[in-house]
């Protein structure tokens, strides 16, 4: 396993190593600063070794990240290669070719899909292309496969799905809250769009002030964070929209499993662990109709899939806030579709199956 430990990815890989068979055996290629717990498959703490992997580009860490990886893997030896998000896929599919290993790619939403102007979309896109070599990708959605195919050049016999599961978190205990919530799961940044959340909860707040807004999972790379913060203050609403540090998954989980329901204003996903989290509480989940929402979110069955339009996302929560009974058919459909498509227990063979192909 080649990327960053961080956020979503450390959850995708620390459910993999810990749920797959014992004849499968892990090594973790991540960044020095990753600051992550360590990974214990059956009582044992699984292999890491920490090279120079850093989200921003910097050629003389990246290319000294891509010597320490090759090196690595040639001690190592390893039948396959899975490689992770941007900066871990580039350096898994270069080391991957140049050891002449074979290599599987999951790219947790495209790099080129978090560019701000076209330039840089066509640039990452370049690179996205370049670095395909014979790698496979494995996608975590199958919309994340249709843009693997269409528009980064995979062949369709190199493009596979598994879609990311999770384990079965409906036994956590709800965080002891004292008034009405609504929570998002997303560090301040262009993806997850979070000043579109304060829009949001500035404009419920004129017609139900008891309804917090929560958002979750502030902390590492957070950019936008301080254009949130001065949103908040300019709108007055420092008491409703509750900005939380980095959380422990156990009290992220009792805090969704406490709210009314689950929303994303997300511009694009990959597939987005924490709204089926948010399905395996039994929450009702308003989406943002884009890549990766829609592949886990039927729209009128388990929630909403809508446009990011503030005056539609405005009467869709208002709706669900007052109308109990569509929020409890909403949510009792979430966890059956996450029975049946997410839940880790039941999918982790078929990601086993393409281990071994």
């Known amino acids: 396993m080649i990327g960053q430990l961080i956020g979503g990815l450390d959850s995708y890989i620390r459910n993999v190593i810990e749920y797959t068979d014992d004849r499968f055996e892990f090594v973790i290629v991540t960044g020095k600063t990753d600051n992550h717990k360590p990974i214990v498959k059956r009582g ?112 369709t016999s190199h493009a596979m799905v598994w879609n990311n599961a999770v384990p079965d978190a409906s036994d956590v205990e709800p965080a002891p809250l004292d008034y009405p919530a609504i929570c998002y799961i997303g560090r301040p940044s262009y993806q997850k769009n979070p ?71 997300s511009r694009y996903e990959g597939l987005p662990l924490a709204v089926i989290e948010a399905m395996s509480l039994g929450k009702a989940i308003v989406a943002s109709n884009v890549w990766g929402n829609m592949d886990c979110v039927a729209d009128g069955y388990n929630g909403r899939l809508l446009p990011l339009e503030l005056d539609v996302f405005t009467d869709t929560l208002l709706t669900l806030i007052e109308d109990k009974e569509l929020r409890d058919t909403y949510s009792r459909h979430s966890r059956e579709r996450f029975e049946q498509q997410f839940l880790i227990t039941r999918q982790i063979k078929n990601l086993e199956a393409i281990y071994e192909s």
């Open 195 to 265: 000043q579109f959340f304060v829009e949001l909860a500035k404009r419920v707040h004129t017609k139900h002030p008891e309804i917090k807004f929560y958002l979750l999972g502030v902390g590492y790379y957070s950019p936008d964070l301080g254009a949130v913060e001065s949103l908040v203050k300019a709108y007055q609403l420092k008491d409703t929209v509750i900005l939380k540090p980095w959380l422990s998954h156990a009290e992220t989980m009792a805090i969704v499993k406490s709210c009314l329901f689950y929303l994303t204003v």
């Open 44 to 155: 044992t703490v699984v292999k890491e070794y920490h090279v120079d992997m850093f989200r921003a580009l910097n050629p003389q860490k990246d290319l000294r990240c891509l010597l320490d990886t090759i090196r690595i893997i040639r001690k190592e030896n390893p039948d396959i290669i899975h490689c992770h998000s941007a900066k871990g896929g580039v350096i898994g599919r270069i080391a991957g070719k140049l050891t002449k290993k074979k290599t599987f790619y999951t790219p947790h939403a495209f790099s080129f899909l978090s560019a701000q102007s076209g330039i840089k979309r066509q640039i990452y896109l370049f690179f996205e292309r370049i670095c395909r070599f014979d790698s496979f990708v494995l996608a975590c959605s199958n919309s994340e496969k249709t843009i693997a195919v269409k528009q980064v050049g995979y062949r």
